[in-house]
């Protein structure tokens, strides 16, 4: 820890500090050269420090913060600063907070009319205003629409004038109070209506926008399809989606809309339908049914991936989107063989169990099912491991790496081919992994044997399977990394234990015992571990004991010689023969030693040595 | 970190401009400290909004004692300082290590491994260290700058960086 020792810095390094930052005087210099000339170990520690400092240079010219990230950092805090000098000015009227959230209201599609309260409009847009909720573009660009009374497009930072439309030139946000944003695609509409009832109304159209933010209120959006009603919640509105909106329609429809978050009601003539997160919906015309776009087998694959991997809802809808396109092009979710795989699949692990009770089979059948079922699978386009592939190309790696090191799905697929969970688990971690790999891995030990067949699989096999699937220079690396670590541990754990270990004076053996109990309580050792070095001291003294009661007089007549006599050569000879009788007590000590020096685990040492470090947390 | 009288009077009266051009002239550098104090990103980003809504709400308070930005930076480093302790509080030392290595931001922007052994080092520095090597050698401020931010003389910050710079020195030779 910092303590004062810390805060003070002695001669020496003061001096290389003011070297190391160009802080000394010639004379000083010249001073330091001649020492460092004449000590190699203030050079040596010069040099070092220098390195360092070369090291942090780098590191400084690593830019934490992405660009992006610190323009949009310092963006929202600039409207933060900007949206409370509003209520700074003196408008005092505020509408209460909840007020405010629940009155949003946005109005898409042609022909929504506001209706006849034009005589509170006024009272209701000061109020508005001075909440700060006038709607403000975070990003982007909107351009006038011709019919507007504005002359130039509005940037980002721009506070959008009532009862003007606007059209994104670029993909634009507008902030809509209460931490509420639109999002625009480029060419969606946007009229900002005069307020009414205290509700900010918006009018979009044309093209695909979003609602999104921490706390989004409720809002209506009335739309060719029909309405929506959201309780609460973010969505996604295509007005016209692009074909494979659905996986396979075409054509403008009314409304599309994918939710992210929250419950939604869509409502027209002819039904209604509730949303929850990660679904998403279509009405063409005000009298068609109101459907959902994922089928079953999409949604359950968005199912299965969110479970494995943790996907948030804006994930499921991006992994919705990649469903729905190899599902187009590759005809997979609903390839026409589905149902014959299905019946094969049944048929061979019926094969499997009547072998495995002994009863009669027809294996020519299973053989011919066997054929065709990899035939099938050949032929068919689906290939989930590379579904696997490109999803967890769209997931940060760290997401991934946490779905596979904690997954049933894994302890499973441990359980199919015939070893622990745990070895499985240690194979995916000290090889990296990835779910696709671990997939092909199954493959590869299984060979053509049936997908329901439990395997034995010995760990030189799995180990053998993973340099078979895995590129090799995935192995290289994650081999390096582990020789590296290990080597690392080692260095480390030996040079804690030079420090913990107690120093076993072999001409006091009955002190061994306590010098134990104490590195136990230092080291924090289990009580197994404790019982262990307990038991194992009193076996040595044991033993050490009597011969140290036998000899001690011996000794000490040795130590009394030893220091009467000036005699060099004489001197040798008595501490030879110190040396000789207290051979067996130091073999005893070292017994010991070696003995506590395996019980504890790197941790523990680490926790023993810097104790105080972190007291200031 | 000084700035023209008339840009503080006029954030102090609350000109949106002025206050404006305050945030983009600090908030980068704020934001890239913060980012290196706490290693997380995201949470930097959180204290980042956490300091401007307190520089907002303390701005009529400012006697100008100090210089404004100065001032901006102390609430931002003591924002920082406050979120370490009570992160690290809640967990094992061990795991503070861990994950600051994980969402180190040298982790996902720099591939060189010695550089991320440097990060990991310094995360592993005592605070008052980690703070004023941060400061200086990462920053760039000057020992003057240190102390008026963080109350320190700037001898004992001097010997902070030396202590700081001789342990990272050890434990980049031990790996």
């Not at chain 1, 290990?486 to 004076?505: I, K, M, S, V």
């Not at chain 2, 994950?99 to 720099?110: I, M, T």
Request: aromatic fraction near 6%; include cysteine; charged fraction near 30%.
């Amino acid at each position: 820890m910092a303590d004062e020792r810390e805060d003070i810095l002695d001669e020496r390094a003061e001096r290389l500090l003011t070297y190391l930052e160009g802080g000394l005087e010639p004379a000083q210099r010249e001073a330091l050269d001649r020492d460092l000339a004449e000590q190699p170990d203030v050079a040596a520690e010069l040099e070092a420090l220098r390195r360092t400092e070369r090291l942090l240079g780098e590191l400084r010219e690593v830019d934490p913060v992405p660009a992006e990230r610190v323009e949009r950092a310092v963006w929202l805090a600039a409207a933060q600063m900007r949206g409370d000098t509003d209520r700074a000015g003196g408008r005092s009227r505020r509408l209460p907070r909840m007020a405010v959230a629940a009155a949003i209201v946005l109005a898409a599609g042609l022909g929504y009319f506001l209706g006849s309260l034009r005589e509170s409009q006024d009272a209701v847009k000061k109020e508005l205003i001075a909440h700060g909720s006038r709607p403000q573009v975070l990003e982007g660009r909107l351009a006038p629409l011709e019919e507007s009374e504005v002359a130039t497009a509005a940037p980002a930072g721009a506070l959008l004038p009532w009862g003007q439309a606007f059209v994104a030139d670029e993909p634009s946000r507008i902030d809509l109070g209460d931490g509420t944003e639109l999002g625009l695609e480029p060419g969606a509409v946007v009229s900002v209506l005069e307020p009414a009832e205290g509700q900010l109304r918006l009018e979009v159209s044309g093209g695909r926008w979003h609602l999104a933010g921490r706390k989004v209120p409720a809002a209506t959006v009335v739309a060719d399809g029909g309405t929506i009603q959201t309780q609460s919640g973010e969505i996604e509105v295509v007005g016209e989606p692009a074909e494979g909106f659905n996986g396979g329609g075409s054509g403008p429809v009314g409304i599309a809309l994918a939710v992210f978050s929250g419950v939604v009601t869509l409502s027209n003539p002819a039904g209604q339908l509730t949303l929850g997160a990660g679904e998403m919906a279509t009405a063409t015309v005000a009298d068609s049914p109101v459907k959902r776009v994922w089928e079953p087998s999409v949604q359950s694959c968005i199912d299965a991936l969110s479970r494995w991997y943790g996907l948030s809802v804006f994930q499921q809808y991006e992994v919705g989107q990649l469903l729905s396109e190899l599902r187009r092009e590759q005809d997979w979710l609903v390839a026409p063989h589905e149902e014959e795989l299905e019946t094969l699949r049944e048929r061979m692990s019926r094969f499997w169990l009547s072998q495995l009770e002994n009863h009669g089979t027809n294996a020519r059948q299973y053989l011919e099912d066997h054929a065709r079922y990899r035939q099938l699978l050949n032929e068919s386009p689906y290939r989930w491991e590379s579904i696997l592939a490109q999803v967890e190309g769209m997931l940060p790696a760290a997401q991934v790496s946490r779905a596979w090191s904690d997954m049933p799905e894994r302890d499973r697929m441990a359980e199919r081919l015939g070893v622990t969970p745990s070895v499985l688990r240690y194979v995916t971690r000290r090889y990296e992994l990835t779910g696709e790999q671990l997939i092909r891995l199954e493959q590869y030990l299984r060979g053509d044997r049936p997908s329901d067949e439990a395997l034995a699989t010995g760990f030189d096999d799995l180990v053998a399977a993973v340099n078979a699937v895995v590129p090799t220079e995935q192995i290289r690396r994650v081999d390096r990394r582990a020789a590296q670590q290990f080597h690392q541990r080692r260095e480390r754990r030996d040079a804690l234990l030079g420090q913990l270990l107690p120093q076993l004076d072999e001409t006091h053996p009955q002190a061994w015992s306590r010098q134990v109990q104490q590195f136990a309580r230092r080291v924090r050792l289990t009580p197994g571990q404790t019982d262990h070095a307990r038991r194992t001291a009193e076996e040595i003294s044991a033993l050490a004991l009597p011969y140290y009661e036998s000899m001690s007089r011996k000794l000490a007549a040795l130590e009394r010689q030893l220091a009467g006599e000036t005699d060099p050569v004489e001197r040798r000879h008595i501490e030879v023969s110190r040396d000789e009788l207290t051979r067996p007590m130091r073999a005893w000590a070292d017994r010991l030693r070696e003995t506590l020096a395996q019980l504890p685990a790197l941790e523990q040492l680490e926790l023993a040595y810097r104790p105080t470090d972190r007291d200031e947390f | 970190m000084g700035e023209p009288d008339d840009l503080v009077e006029r954030c102090r009266r609350g000109d949106p401009e002025a206050l404006e051009q305050l945030v983009k002239q600090h908030g980068p550098v704020i934001l890239r400290l913060l980012t290196r104090y706490v290693g997380d990103l995201g949470r930097a980003e959180e204290l980042f909004q956490e300091t401007w809504l307190r520089v907002k709400s303390g701005l009529k308070r400012f006697r100008g004692e100090a210089e404004l930005g100065t001032w901006i930076y102390r609430i931002a480093l003591n924002l920082a300082r406050d979120d370490r302790r009570r992160q690290a509080r809640q967990l094992d030392w061990r795991r503070v290590a861990a994950e600051s290595v994980a969402s180190s931001p040298v982790d996902r922007l720099a591939k060189s491994e010695e550089l991320d052994r440097l990060q990991r080092a310094i995360d592993e520095l005592p605070a008052p260290q980690r703070e004023a090597l941060v400061l200086s050698r990462l920053e760039g401020m000057t020992y003057r700058q240190m102390a008026e931010l963080t109350g320190s003389p700037e001898g004992t910050l001097r010997s902070r960086v030396y202590w700081a710079m001789a342990a990272l020195r050890r434990q980049l030779d031990e790996a």
